[in-house]
């Protein structure tokens, strides 16, 4: 497709559970990043990877969460034993270069009860 | 921490009315861009401003960066029902680029 893909759309899990995010990017944009949206707040950051590698992983809010892009394209974000505060819609997106401009995914709404 | 303070937070007019969304800061931003971002949408760029003092404009919407490059507005000339959304500034700074800070957004609501 052509722009910035997130599967799935929404995902509701029971406390407790691990749950996989999925970012399929622009095809050929090396930045990929992932963030996390609550009701009414801006984007918050959580990692930057350029390529394989994760250049900037400082807004992970801890280790239950981990995100992976083996290939340099897909990106997957992992969350481990999921809390209810994990509840949010998680974005994705992707820009040709690092500080070039970046184009959002749909994003997916995770619900945790 | 660098915040990027955004105001009003809510905002509910009539059609054809005027409106200003401020985006403000203590930090120097070398860049600073601003999003639409429509419910179950991820955020769409709307321009990107680098220069201090520069004004960009697109279509009823015109884009001012503040002179220091710490604060930037968003006016819309007679909203359209079509300008409802969420409205985002986001900051890049010299030293870290490549992450964006954001504002916390404003949600705008202009009714028929």
Do not use: M
């Given at each position: 497709?052509?722009?910035?893909?997130?599967?799935?759309?929404?995902?509701?899990?029971?406390?407790?559970?691990?749950?996989?995010?999925?970012?399929?990017?622009?095809?050929?944009?090396?930045a990929?990043y992932?963030?996390?949206?609550s009701?009414?707040q801006?984007?918050?950051?959580?990692?930057?990877?350029q390529?394989?590698g994760?250049?900037?992983?400082?807004?992970l809010?801890?280790d239950?969460?981990?995100?992976?892009?083996?290939?340099?394209?897909v990106?997957?974000?992992?969350?481990?034993?999921?809390?209810?505060?994990?509840?949010?819609?998680y974005?994705?997106?992707?820009?040709p270069?690092?500080?070039?401009e970046a184009f959002?995914?749909?994003?997916?709404?995770?619900?945790?009860? | 921490?660098?915040?990027?303070?955004?105001?009003?937070?809510?905002?509910?007019?009539?059609?054809?009315?005027?409106?200003?969304?401020?985006?403000?800061?203590?930090?120097?931003?070398?860049?600073?861009?601003?999003?639409?971002?429509?419910?179950?949408?991820?955020?769409v760029?709307?321009?990107?401003?680098?220069?201090?003092g520069?004004?960009?404009?697109l279509?009823?919407?015109?884009?001012q960066?503040?002179?220091?490059r710490?604060?930037s507005?968003?006016?819309?000339?007679?909203?359209q029902?079509?300008?409802?959304?969420?409205?985002?500034?986001?900051?890049r700074?010299?030293?870290?680029?490549?992450k964006?800070?954001?504002g916390?957004?404003?949600?705008?609501?202009?009714?028929?």
């Amino acid at each position: 497709g052509a722009g910035v893909s997130q599967t799935p759309s929404n995902k509701v899990t029971e406390k407790g559970k691990y749950v996989e995010l999925r970012c399929d990017p622009i095809s050929g944009h090396t930045a990929l990043y992932w963030y996390r949206q609550s009701l009414g707040q801006g984007p918050e950051f959580l990692i930057y990877f350029q390529g394989t590698g994760a250049a900037d992983d400082s807004g992970l809010p801890n280790d239950r969460f981990f995100a992976v892009r083996p290939e340099g394209s897909v990106s997957t974000l992992k969350i481990q034993r999921t809390e209810r505060g994990d509840s949010a819609v998680y974005l994705c997106a992707s820009s040709p270069q690092a500080n070039t401009e970046a184009f959002f995914g749909q994003g997916t709404r995770l619900t945790v009860v | 921490t660098q915040l990027l303070e955004q105001s009003p937070q809510f905002l509910s007019i009539q059609e054809g009315e005027n409106l200003t969304v401020y985006c403000n800061s203590s930090s120097v931003f070398s860049s600073l861009q601003w999003y639409r971002q429509e419910p179950g949408e991820g955020p769409v760029l709307l321009v990107t401003v680098v220069t201090g003092g520069e004004v960009k404009k697109l279509k009823r919407l015109t884009f001012q960066f503040g002179d220091a490059r710490k604060d930037s507005s968003l006016h819309i000339t007679a909203a359209q029902p079509g300008d409802t959304g969420l409205y985002l500034c986001a900051g890049r700074n010299a030293g870290n680029n490549r992450k964006l800070i954001w504002g916390l957004g404003t949600s705008l609501a202009v009714n028929p």
